[in-house]
């Protein structure tokens, strides 16, 4: 177990949902191996959604595989959803994967707005919550913009770490962000 004092020097990992921890993008007609249907309701309450019609939506499906949770606690980070789920991911994924409430990116006046530089929305606001400690983001959606705005403007280490949205997480993704872990413990050694 660790001391609280340990919890600070632990890494943060920015879990998004979409594409690492549930791959949208596989073929609809087949559930990837290892994964969990889960139906999500889409009752957002906002009439405009459904351009003013009030006919229901289907539930949203979402494929988790309850393996993640368990792997993802065993890489000695910090974890923190980074998602547009926000603290709704507490609510639906989190029970499913195993994990425990975990803190979660409030994204504010920059969830889902476009940046004129192409910068990708969440990366300005991950860097701000990382506040120079060091930390991995686990997505979809980064470019190689976001990884030269992390270098020019996170004080502390940073991995980017992009997951095909066909296939998700795989063990692979585990051992690139163990190996992380490691180079940061490594450099605290020697440093």
């Not at 020097?9 to 690492?20: A, E, Q, S, Y």
């Not at 229901?56 to 494929?63: I, S």
């Not at 425990?100 to 530089?117: C, I, M, T």
């Not at 872990?181 to 450099?187: A, G, H, Y």
């Amino acid at each position: 177990m660790l001391g609280k004092g340990e919890i600070v020097n632990r890494p943060l990992l920015f879990l998004d949902v979409d594409g690492p921890l549930n791959p949208y993008a596989a073929k609809p007609e087949k559930r990837p191996v290892g994964y969990t249907t889960l139906r999500v309701p889409r009752d957002s309450g906002n009439p405009t959604e459904h351009g003013g019609l009030s006919r229901q939506r289907r539930p949203l499906r979402v494929w988790l595989n309850p393996e993640h949770g368990q792997a993802l606690l065993r890489l000695g980070y910090e974890l923190c959803w980074a998602t547009t789920w926000m603290d709704d991911a507490n609510r639906w994924i989190a029970p499913v994967l195993g994990l425990p409430e975990l803190p979660f990116v409030e994204f504010g006046d920059a969830l889902l707005q476009e940046r004129s530089d192409g910068v990708h929305w969440k990366t300005r606001p991950l860097v701000d919550y990382a506040n120079g400690r060091p930390f991995a983001w686990v997505d979809d959606e980064q470019s190689d913009l976001d990884e030269l705005y992390v270098t020019a403007h996170h004080r502390g280490p940073g991995l980017l770490h992009h997951v095909n949205p066909r296939i998700g997480l795989r063990e692979d993704d585990f051992h690139a962000l163990a190996e992380f872990t490691r180079s940061l413990n490594t450099t605290q050694a020697t440093g």
